[in-house]
């Protein structure tokens, strides 16, 4: 994931979060063939659980920082461990049961940000209050957390 300025272009900042979270979930779907081998993408480590943790953590991190500054309060710093880490959760077979519990997750995470985005107008999205990226830019830098998912990748053809 890069930490550049994210590139903005006339898409709804909201359809922008809602179509990665689609497409993680699409792959996601293909998970529970996976032979519990991890992938190397980057020199990291990824997992079916890292890709789903990485992607709601950064909507949880990012819809954070966007409430606190619509608040008028500091930001919390972010204190998470990211793709440096794999945890023993993150070796775990990913299961029917574990698709349902990230497809509720990320879906109720994806519908908070859709309501929370068309809710501003063009002019909050374009100039945020506070420090940072606006929060259109900030809509197209989640849109990039396709990369955990697809560090993983569609493994239908594994069945």
């Known amino acids: 994931m890069t930490h550049e300025i994210p590139i903005t272009d006339d898409r709804s900042p909201a359809l922008v979060v809602t179509a990665m979270v689609d497409h993680v979930l699409g792959l996601?779907?293909?998970?529970?063939?996976?032979?519990?081998?991890?992938?190397?993408?980057?020199?990291?480590?990824?997992?079916?659980?890292?890709?789903i943790r990485r992607v709601a953590d950064h909507l949880v991190d990012h819809l954070a920082e966007l409430e606190a500054r619509l608040?008028?309060?500091?930001?919390v710093p972010d204190r998470w461990h990211a793709s440096a880490i794999t945890t023993p959760a993150d070796l775990a077979p990913f299961t029917e049961q574990d698709l349902e519990e990230?497809?509720?997750?990320?879906?109720?995470?994806?519908?908070?940000?859709?309501?929370?985005?068309?809710?501003?107008?063009?002019?909050?999205?374009d100039r945020?209050?506070?420090?940072?990226?606006?929060?259109?830019q900030i809509a197209f830098h989640l849109g990039g957390s396709v990369y955990y998912a697809d560090a993983v990748g569609d493994l239908s053809a594994v069945h």
């Not at 608040?71 to 930001?75: C, F, K, L, M, S």
């Not at 994806?110 to 909050?124: C, Y």
Request: charged share 25%; aromatic share 12%; proline share 5%.
């Open 128 to 136: 945020s209050p506070g420090e940072g990226w606006t929060f259109r």
């Open 102 to 125: 990230a497809s509720s997750r990320l879906l109720r995470l994806a519908r908070i940000w859709s309501a929370r985005l068309n809710a501003l107008t063009s002019d909050e999205l």
């Open 28 to 51: 996601a779907a293909t998970w529970t063939a996976w032979d519990g081998r991890p992938f190397q993408t980057d020199q990291r480590i990824y997992t079916p659980h890292k890709a």
């Open 71 to 75: 608040a008028g309060h500091e930001t």
